[in-house]
């Protein structure tokens, strides 16, 4: 017994390593004087660690600005979205009405089309609305999504549906219950809903290049993208800029980890 619990020790130690060596080594690289990455072998460690790379992010490059850009959107869709998924959801789950369950069963139907088949037509409508090379064009794509509106859903329907009919017979209206009542009970699938759009807001790339075409409006990822372009070579530079897009949703992660497991696992669960 002993030795299989050793052995599987040591499965998990061996994937956690290989897991953890790239991120590692990305900041090894990125304190780096310049070239020393480009060595053969490569250096896993350097003995002479400076942070000329990142002053050149933020004093040449100005990074500084393009991280502000992608946090603001990143927070913005996040709030927006976990709202609207939460409303949905929970319309889903408890309100009545007509073809709700045909809606709802459409809606994971089209979980399995491809993001990248929609964003031709997508582009068009918000071309056509005027919001090209606008915040508001890479915001109101993100503002639902039918997995959070199905976390959510799935989450909703483990609640006691005698809670729903008590507010309702003390005369609160629905709007009442479900901002003072549902969104504290789905308080843990909610923030597991925001971590993963937060996550995915901040790393996406696609669809802000494609909606921003003014360079002063780019966000992190796009903006290190236009990097490499400019210093292929600069290997250092280029690992000191990924350290700075992985940094702030690592230590996000690592925050709310806690309650982003638990809200997932309860709400895989329920139905």
Not at 37 to 50: F, Q, S
Request: aromatic share 10%.
């Amino acid at each position: 017994m002993r030795l299989s619990s050793a052995g599987l020790y040591l499965v998990l130690l061996t994937a956690a390593a290989a897991t953890l060596f790239p991120l590692v080594w990305m900041v090894s690289v990125s304190l780096m004087p310049g070239a020393e990455a480009m060595r053969y072998p490569p250096p896993l460690w350097t003995h002479t660690p400076t942070l000329e790379h990142y002053r050149a992010l933020f004093d040449r490059l100005a990074v500084g600005r393009y991280a502000l850009n992608s946090l603001a959107l990143a927070a913005s869709v996040t709030a927006l979205s976990v709202l609207v998924n939460a409303a949905a959801g929970y319309a889903f789950a408890r309100l009545p009405f007509a073809g709700r369950d045909a809606l709802f069963r459409t809606l994971l139907a089209a979980m399995v089309i491809p993001g990248q088949v929609a964003m031709l037509p997508l582009f068009l409508l918000l071309k056509y609305l005027g919001l090209i090379n606008t915040y508001a064009g890479v915001i109101v794509p993100g503002l639902a999504s039918i997995f959070g509106i199905f976390l959510v859903r799935q989450y909703a329907l483990s609640l006691p549906q005698s809670l729903l009919d008590a507010a309702r017979l003390d005369g609160a209206g629905e709007l009442r219950i479900f901002w003072s009542l549902i969104l504290p009970l789905c308080r843990p699938i909610l923030i597991t809903l925001a971590v993963f759009t937060f996550l995915g807001s901040w790393n996406d790339f696609l669809w802000p290049l494609i909606v921003l075409t003014d360079s002063r409006l780019h966000t992190l990822p796009v903006a290190l993208a236009n990097l490499m372009g400019e210093h292929a070579v600069d290997t250092e530079l280029m690992m000191a800029g990924a350290v700075l897009t992985v940094l702030p949703v690592t230590l996000l992660f690592l925050a709310v980890q806690r309650y982003y497991i638990g809200g997932l696992m309860r709400g895989s669960v329920k139905g």
